[in-house]
């Protein structure tokens, strides 16, 4: 029964037959192993930084990324946007960012921002906790004539401009919070690493 069997050729086969299901193996080990180095969700949520690309954020526009499980916003002011900010310190309660904690102190300027075009703040109203929804419209009936656009609360109408500056009068007590960041190019930041430990 074994004549003209090749010996030389059953072992080779044999032989490579074990180091592919070896190799597959080896692959399926690999992937959690290699999938481990990642940051769990847990740290993700506990404040692992987050990558935010927008380079075709169109000024006007908002982005919205997570981080820490809270919404970041990324808002791509327009020049008169940018304009409209110093005509708006009267009727805002801290227009100077006075309350150091609620940015970084390269935040803590007229545009609360590194680079004025680009707003990054959390989305969580200073009052309770609720999310403000984005209004970049200008003087809309419901908000008046003196709106320049930014975040009204619909929770208890809070409102604050597109630097995230609380206005007066609204149960709000802060600034939205600018979290720490750092840019990685000229569309491109890292969300919750601080440029001054970079």
Not at 37 to 63: I, T
Not at 87 to 99: G, H, I, K
């Amino acid at each position: 029964m074994t004549d003209g069997v090749d010996n030389g050729k059953r072992r080779f086969l044999t032989i490579a037959a074990t180091t592919g299901v070896a190799a597959v193996g080896a692959g399926f080990a690999a992937v959690p192993f290699i999938a481990s180095w990642n940051p769990s969700a847990r740290a993700r949520a506990a404040g692992a930084p987050v990558e935010a690309e927008f380079s075709k954020l169109q000024p006007g526009q908002m982005l919205r990324v997570e981080w820490r499980g809270k919404p970041v916003w990324i808002v791509r002011r327009t020049e008169q946007n940018l304009k409209d900010l110093p005509t708006l310190n009267n009727d805002l309660r801290d227009p100077a960012s006075a309350v150091e904690t609620q940015q970084p102190a390269y935040a803590k300027n007229a545009t609360r921002a590194i680079k004025s075009e680009y707003l990054i703040v959390v989305g969580i109203c200073t009052h309770l906790g609720c999310s403000p929804t984005y209004r970049p419209e200008i003087a809309p009936a419901d908000l008046g004539k003196k709106w320049r656009g930014g975040y009204f609360c619909p929770c208890h109408g809070s409102t604050f401009d597109l630097a995230g500056r609380v206005y007066k009068n609204v149960p709000a007590p802060t600034n939205l919070v600018v979290p720490p960041h750092m840019y990685l190019a000229d569309t491109s930041v890292i969300i919750g690493v601080d440029e001054g430990a970079a």
